[in-house]
């Protein structure tokens, strides 16, 4: 049976270490660092999102901010928001949750936020800067598999590692986070022939391509760690009428008889996102200040 991947327990010990980081940059600056959260519209999902994000800066000492727009806000003005945030001092990162109102293009706002306030990473000079090595604010989610990754394995050098999906949000950042830690990495996706074969070969295998129970245990080789990013509400009838459980895009129950670890959903990624995202925004404000804290890598 795999040894399972306690994301929750490793998230509560990261976002500690960034209250500590964030104690330490008050004490030098005067000012703890600073989290914008922008949601437009009445989305409940972005909602629990916007809430659960606020309640963790908070904890960990740092200053929440929270913009909450009407859902027909035009793009203009969530625009003009954003550049008042990019020049506020007070504010270290800046975070728009998805997905956006239709009269508003995602990918403007995205890019219209100051690469060094992309907390989320999806800037394309945070997103040039990873594909080249050099320093960037990750996308937290794969960069939280990362760390589960070097948690469970230490070095990830020389191991065989697949990408099951090929977003912009988890896949292709992943396969670079991965491709840094000298692994060698296959994306695989809808159009990949053979798809079963490919991802038996991993002996690392990250399943992100939003498919309830698709990774079943003849995809997957003994002993492999597998994470599983996919978060899917389906039916549990079993638990009433109209009722629904959150299930990833690997069997749990069937590949855990097989691998060697694997992260339960929820519990496992999920915890990582949030972490993750206050470490980024730790990272941005130690820049601004052109600080070095011991232990604190960019």
Not at 114 to 133: C, I, P, Q, R
Request: one cysteine or more; glycine letters at 10%.
């Amino acid at each position: 049976m795999a040894t399972v991947i306690d994301g929750k327990a490793f998230s509560e010990k990261l976002v500690a270490d960034m209250a500590g980081y964030a104690a330490q940059i008050k004490e030098m600056t005067g000012e703890a660092p600073g989290l914008a959260v922008v949601l437009v519209g009445e989305d409940p999902a972005s909602q629990v999102y916007v809430r659960n994000k606020g309640e963790r800066t908070k904890a960990a000492g740092m200053r929440s901010i929270e913009h909450r727009l009407p859902e027909d806000t035009d793009e203009a003005t969530l625009l003009a928001l954003i550049d008042d945030l990019n020049n506020d001092d007070a504010i270290d990162g800046i975070l728009v949750q998805l997905p956006l109102p239709d009269q508003i293009n995602a990918d403007k706002v995205i890019q219209s936020i100051a690469h060094e306030k992309d907390v989320d990473g999806f800037h394309l000079m945070n997103v040039g800067a990873l594909s080249t090595g050099q320093d960037a604010l990750v996308p937290c989610t794969p960069f939280g598999c990362l760390l589960l990754l070097r948690d469970q394995l230490g070095s990830l050098s020389g191991m065989n590692a697949v990408v099951l999906g090929r977003s912009n949000i988890v896949g292709k950042p992943m396969a670079q986070l991965l491709l840094a830690e000298n692994a060698t990495v296959t994306i695989a996706h809808s159009r990949t022939k053979n798809i079963e074969e490919v991802c038996r070969q991993a002996d690392i295998l990250v399943a992100a391509v939003g498919r309830p129970d698709m990774v079943k245990a003849d995809w997957v080789k003994d002993g492999a760690i597998v994470i599983d990013v996919g978060i899917n509400r389906v039916p549990a009838p079993e638990r009433g009428e109209g009722k629904f459980r959150l299930t990833g895009d690997v069997d749990y129950q069937d590949v855990a008889e097989k691998a060697g670890a694997i992260t339960p959903v929820p519990g496992g990624v999920g915890p990582m996102t949030i972490a993750c995202l206050l470490r980024n925004t730790v990272v941005a404000c130690a820049r601004r200040h052109n600080l070095t804290l011991d232990g604190l890598t960019n």
